[in-house]
């Protein structure tokens, strides 16, 4: 008996989070997710989740120390990413230089200093890329700064509003860290042979490049782009389902009511105010999905998945399509970092079976 995509299938023990995927609950080290989002930074739920508890106020000080410090990108590494072409992909682009990382300095076991360094690296990759592809001089990270601030300034080089901040900071600290997700699965199996953080973490990033993972929330845009206004929605949505395509945005693994990551960001762009058309559309789009997929798929308890509205997010706060991805990268890394140092503790190597469906060959044939 196989389970196809490893469905319900339990791979490992862990303490660092949990979904409950009836009640739409994600847990984070004992805390409830909407808990955490409300007053606290991504320093401090990084912390939380490398650790196992908040951190003191000397603690979260060292750590933001250890991020500005580590975040600068030395110029063996910008001559790396200049050598690269210019069409290469952004999700490619930060998988190449964080392999390339891991040419020193990364034996097992792996660290926490490691996961920071990996979780400093990321959005100044992605930042010197995009000012390189839009041919503006690089802008250096902010010492001043704390991660997310820094990040958006890093993408412009003006000082983002603080909604802006806000908003990117409760997207990134709701999407730092998700249980067996698939990105998570190939981290763990890489380091569960005693390779190297690096190497996790090279083998989770091409794992999230994938439009079924990490790759939706551009769908969204797509998706919402080619419905354009709300008379559309029920034609388009209908029509996309009945020829069996998958409405990106919808559907979850694991959850089997709302996202609670796609809850909260919705109820943050909400109290975001002002005019927003975009959003009152993705309300829209949402809710005819809901019933559609519900007549159409009926017992899939299809709902809104964390992209749809990570989409409207990036869109609130000018965020171009290219850096959706990379963006949830940049936050994800904290929960494969996790994952592998707890990986290490209780090694045991992944090795599934796998059931042979092909034919037996009259072994005379080959004498
Ligand atoms: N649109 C339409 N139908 C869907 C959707 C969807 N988004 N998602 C699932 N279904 C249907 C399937 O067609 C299938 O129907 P069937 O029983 O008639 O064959 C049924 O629901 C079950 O779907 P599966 O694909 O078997 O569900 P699975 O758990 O394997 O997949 C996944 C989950 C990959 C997220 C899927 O829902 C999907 O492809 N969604 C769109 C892409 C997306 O939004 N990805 C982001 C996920 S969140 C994240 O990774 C951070």
């Not at 690269?84 to 992909?89: A, F, K, S, V």
Request: hydrophobic share 40%; aromatic share 8%; proline share 4%.
């Amino acid at each position: 008996m196989i389970s196809q995509g490893l469905k319900g299938v339990v791979a490992a023990q862990t303490s660092i989070s949990h979904i409950d995927g009836e009640e739409g609950q994600l847990i984070y080290r004992g805390v409830e997710i909407r808990r955490l989002t409300k007053k606290y930074s991504f320093e401090e739920i990084a912390f939380l989740l490398w650790h196992g508890t908040l951190p003191s106020k000397v603690e979260l000080e060292n750590l933001k120390k250890e991020l500005k410090k580590k975040r600068v990108l030395s110029s063996a590494v910008k001559s790396i990413i200049d050598q690269l072409p210019r069409n290469m992909d952004l999700m490619s682009v930060i998988r190449t230089i964080i392999s390339a990382e891991g040419t020193t300095d990364y034996k097992w076991k792996p660290t926490i200093s490691q996961a920071i360094k990996l979780t400093a690296m990321v959005p100044t990759i992605i930042a010197y890329w995009q000012n390189k592809l839009e041919d503006k001089t690089c802008h250096e990270p902010q010492y001043e700064m704390d991660h997310v601030e820094n990040y958006l300034y890093m993408l412009t080089g003006s000082t983002p509003s603080k909604a802006h901040v806000d908003a990117l900071e409760t997207y990134m600290i709701l999407t730092l860290e998700h249980g067996m997700n698939a990105s998570t699965f190939s981290a763990r199996v890489t380091a569960s042979t005693e390779s190297d953080m690096v190497s996790a973490i090279t083998s989770a990033i091409g794992t999230m490049k994938g439009p079924l993972h990490g790759g939706a929330p551009s769908g969204v845009i797509e998706l919402l782009n080619e419905i354009g206004e709300a008379d559309n929605a029920e034609k388009v949505i209908r029509r996309k389902v009945e020829n069996g395509e998958k409405l990106m945005g919808f559907g979850h693994r694991v959850y089997k009511t709302h996202d609670p990551r796609a809850v909260a960001l919705r109820k943050k762009l909400l109290s975001l105010g002002g005019e927003d058309s975009w959003l009152d559309l993705a309300i829209h789009v949402e809710n005819t999905a809901i019933e559609v997929l519900n007549e159409l798929k009926p017992g899939r308890s299809l709902y809104t998945n964390v992209e749809f509205y990570a989409a409207a997010i990036m869109k609130s706060i000018n965020m171009a399509k290219e850096l959706f991805t990379p963006t949830f990268t940049a936050s994800r890394v904290v929960g494969w970092t996790a994952h592998v140092l707890e990986q290490a503790e209780h090694n045991t190597i992944y090795r599934p079976q796998s059931e042979y469906v092909g034919e037996f060959k009259n072994p005379t044939a080959f004498e």
